[in-house]
């Protein structure tokens, strides 16, 4: 399977614990994207990454939440001191960008997601 | 600033019946516009996309969409829906290099 894999699928944790997320883009896309979802909402943007550049973050990432992206390649998602309000699935997607008769065209890819439940 | 809004938060439907969930949308800018599916236990996939030109665009699974710029709308329809078609689906909107803003989704129902 060479499309976005995201680990574990599932994350049951107690509340003020520390979690860690995974996600594996596709091999040569150089855009990753994380999103949040909850129960009746679409998807919403945290943050995301040219390479190993973090370009953009939302507001709805407190200093609880950290991504990296160290080498342009893998992507881990951090949440410490978790609360029960973060209980969400965490949705991964990567892109590439291209150049299409004078319009910059791109197409995401997201993986299955990670649905944590914090007790 | 974006904003994307879907009208219908479920929409059942019988087998073999057309059906139009609807999408409006906000926006200062041109914008590009999509439809994503999620099926139960999976990823989002895109249905389709709108950046330029006609304003119908097909998509896969006999999906299509009409660009309505006057009342900023870009509803998704399909003549004849199966049962495999009952999924969550998404509206979304992008402006120029921006990430994507989603909808709320609308839950389709194919009912046998």
């Known amino acids: 399977d060479t499309g976005v894999s995201q680990d574990p699928r599932h994350k049951i944790t107690k509340r003020g614990q520390n979690v860690t997320f995974r996600c594996d883009p596709i091999?040569?896309?150089?855009?990753l994207y994380w999103y949040r979802q909850t129960l009746g909402q679409g998807p919403e943007f945290l943050t995301y990454?040219?390479?190993?550049?973090?370009?953009?973050k939302s507001r709805l990432l407190s200093d609880r939440f950290s991504a990296e992206r160290p080498k342009g390649s893998f992507s881990t998602l951090e949440i410490q001191r978790t609360e029960q309000g973060d209980s969400a699935m965490y949705l991964c997607?990567?892109?590439?960008?291209?150049?299409?008769?004078?319009?910059?065209?791109?197409?995401?890819?997201f993986g299955s997601g990670t649905q944590l439940s914090v007790l | 600033a974006q904003s994307v809004t879907q009208l219908d938060s479920q929409v059942p439907v019988f087998e073999e019946a057309p059906v139009e969930l609807r999408c409006n949308y906000s926006?200062?800018?041109?914008?590009?516009l999509f439809w994503y599916v999620q099926y139960p236990n999976q990823g989002l996939q895109l249905l389709l996309k709108?950046?330029?030109?006609?304003?119908l665009v097909k998509g896969i699974n006999g999906f299509e969409a009409e660009f309505n710029k006057s009342q900023t709308s870009f509803h998704l329809r399909k003549p004849s829906v199966h049962i495999s078609d009952t999924a969550e689906y998404f509206c979304?909107?992008?402006?120029?290099?921006?990430?994507?803003?989603f909808g709320t989704g609308t839950r389709l129902t194919v009912i046998p």
């Open positions: 997607a990567s892109s590439s960008r291209s150049l299409h008769r004078g319009t910059t065209q791109e197409k995401l890819f």
């Open positions: 091999s040569e896309h150089n855009r």
């Open positions: 990454f040219q390479n190993e550049a973090q370009l953009e």
């Open positions: 926006s200062s800018v041109s914008v590009y």
């Open positions: 709108y950046l330029s030109g006609s304003t």
């Open positions: 979304a909107v992008q402006t120029g290099a921006n990430n994507l803003f």
